[in-house]
C-alpha cells in the first residue's frame, strides 16, 4: 500500500482489480499460478476457482501470520494449491525447492494488507499506537524502531525523500533527531506527534495524513521494499513459460517504474508483449467501496518468447 494508505479495510473482503487481474492473467484449467504475495488469499480463491482441475497455485508470503489465514480460506481447494513463507526476491529458489519449473502467471500485489495494517502490533498504521515495528517478517532483525532511533540525521532524509518524495524530509528527520537525543522514540504514536510538528501547521490539511509518506518511506526501507522487486523483476522471466503472463499491482510510483522499466526492456529485447500501454486503474467504483484501491496500478505482460 502506498501514500494513500487507510486503516480500516477489510481485507477479506476487497482484493484489488481482482476482476482485471483474473480476466488477464490467462487463466485456464491446468494453469500453474504463482501468487508471490498471497496475503489473505483473495486473489488466489478467484485465480484456483479459473485454474482447477488439474492447475496449480504456489502462493508465497513474507509474513509467516497470514499464511494460515490464507490455508483457512483456501483449504476446500485440497491438493490444488501450497502455500509458503517466503519472500519473492527468492523466486527462483523457492519455485526449485516446490519442484516447479515454469509458472504459466505469476501476480503481485505489493505493499502491506489491511490485515497487517489494522493490526495494532505490527506499526504500519500512523492511526493506531503501536510499537514502531513495520516487519513484514517478524524474524528480521531490523525494525523501525532501530530506524527511528539510530539512524543518522543525513540518511534518515535520504529515505524520506527517496522513498516518499516528503518535501519536508529535512525537518521531520533534524526533528526526530532532536526527539530522540531526550528518550528513544517507542511508538507510533509519539512518531505522529514529532511528525505534526515538524509540518507547517498549513500543510496539514491537505487529504493525506501528514505522516502518511514518513510511514511510507520507514516501511519501504525496514523491508528492503524496492530490493526485493528489483531482484524479483530480474529473475521472474526465465521461470514464466512461454505465452505464460505476470500482473503486477503497485501502490506508489517507485514501484511502478521499475515494473514499468523492466517490461519495457523485455519489449525491447523482443521476448514479451504488454497487455495495457498504460497501467490499469480502478474503477471509482471500486474506489468507493474500497478506498485503499485508490492509488493501484496494474501492468500486465505476456511472455512471447
Ligand atoms: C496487499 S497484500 C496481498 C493481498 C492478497 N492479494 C489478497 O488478495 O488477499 C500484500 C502481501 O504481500 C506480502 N509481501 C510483501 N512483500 C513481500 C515479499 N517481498 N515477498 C513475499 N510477500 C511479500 C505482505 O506480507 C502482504 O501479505
Known amino acids: 500500500m502506498g ?9 477479506y473482503h476487497h482484493p484489488v482489480l481482482l476482476k482485471e487481474v483474473t480476466e488477464n492473467l490467462g487463466l485456464s484449467p491446468g494453469k500453474i499460478i504463482v501468487d508471490c504475495t498471497v496475503g489473505g ?3 488466489a480463491e478467484v485465480i484456483l476457482e479459473r485454474i482447477l482441475p488439474d492447475g496449480f497455485l504456489l502462493g508465497i508470503d513474507l509474513d509467516k501470520s497470514i499464511i494460515p489465514l490464507a490455508g483457512e480460506r483456501l483449504n476446500k481447494y485440497g491438493e ?8 519473492f526476491r527468492d523466486i527462483k529458489a523457492i519455485m526449485s525447492d516446490m519442484g516447479i519449473k515454469m509458472a504459466d502467471g505469476f501476480l503481485l500485489d505489493l505493499g502491506v494488507s489491511s490485515y497487517q495494517l489494522n493490526d495494532p502490533t505490527r506499526g504500519f498504521s500512523f492511526r493506531l499506537n503501536s510499537p514502531l515495528d513495520m516487519r513484514m517478517d517478524k524474524e528480521q532483525k ?8 539510530h539512524m543518522d540525521e543525513e540518511t534518515l532524509t535520504r529515505i524520506l525523500e527517496n522513498n516518499a518524495q516528503e518535501r519536508f524530509a529535512k525537518r521531520i528527520a533534524s526533528a526526530i533527531v532532536m526527539a530522540r537525543r531526550k ?3 517507542e511508538t507510533t504514536t509519539e512518531l505522529v506527534e514529532i511528525i505534526l510538528k515538524a509540518i507547517p501547521r498549513k500543510f496539514h490539511h491537505s487529504h493525506i ?3 502518511t509518506r514518513t510511514f511510507q518511506a520507514l516501511r519501504i526501507a525496514v523491508n528492503s521494499e524496492l530490493d526485493n522487486l528489483t531482484h524479483f523483476l530480474d529473475d521472474f522471466f526465465a521461470l514464466l513459460s512461454l505465452g505464460g503472463r505476470i500482473a503486477v499491482i503497485s501502490f506508489h510510483s517507485l514501484e511502478d517504474r521499475l515494473v514499468k522499466n523492466k517490461f519495457h526492456q523485455l519489449v525491447k529485447e523482443g521476448k514479451f508483449r504488454l497487455l495495457n500501454q498504460k497501467p ?3 474503477t471509482p467504483e471500486e474506489i468507493a467501496e474500497n478506498p485503499r484501491s485508490r492509488s493501484a496500478k496494474l501492468r500486465i505482460g505476456e511472455r512471447i518468447k
Do not use: S
Request: charged share 25%.
Open 80 to 87: 490444488g494449491f501450497k502455500l509458503v513463507q517466503g519472500n
Open 142 to 149: 531490523l525494525k523501525a524502531f532501530d530506524l527511528v532511533n
Open 280 to 282: 490499469i486503474r480502478p
Open 183 to 185: 528518550k528513544n522514540i
Open 3 to 11: 501514500e494513500t494508505d487507510i486503516a480500516g479495510e477489510d481485507f
Open 209 to 211: 495524513h501528514p505522516a
Open 41 to 43: 488469499g483473495g486473489h
